[in-house]
């Protein structure tokens, strides 16, 4: 079994920041990639931001120059400093982990279960 606890999340106004947390526990031997998606009203959940094991980053590009994603791999999480919010980047944000919960077996992917992101003034 496998937890993904976030935090972070809230309102805040335009031009504002924010900085999400995700630390993974549990049965886990390997964390592959760890990142963040989110999911807007009415919209299908779209990948924000990804680091891999090998601190590979991978941003949409929506964010890009105002998101940063950042991992501490001795304590299995990942954070998401969020600069320079607008409105549209308002939704649930989930967490995200591919890894495996054994040596040798198939990966899997765990899920957060998200924290709201309001960006309104």
């Known amino acids: 079994q496998v937890q993904l606890v976030e935090s972070g999340g809230g309102l805040v106004q335009p031009g504002g920041s924010l900085r999400l947390s995700c630390a993974a526990s549990g049965s886990i031997f390997s964390i592959n990639v760890m990142g963040w998606y989110r999911q807007a009203p009415g919209k299908q959940r779209e990948l924000v931001a990804a680091i891999t094991s090998i601190g590979i980053t991978n941003y949409a590009d929506s964010v890009k120059g105002r998101f940063t994603i950042s991992r501490d791999y001795a304590k299995n999480t990942v954070h998401l400093q969020m600069n320079s919010l607008k409105p549209e980047d308002t939704g649930v944000y989930y967490c995200?982990?591919?890894?495996?919960?054994?040596?040798?077996?198939?990966?899997?992917?765990?899920w957060g279960q998200g924290t709201q992101v309001t960006v309104s003034s």
């Open positions: 995200h982990t591919k890894g495996r919960p054994i040596r040798l077996g198939p990966e899997d992917d765990w």
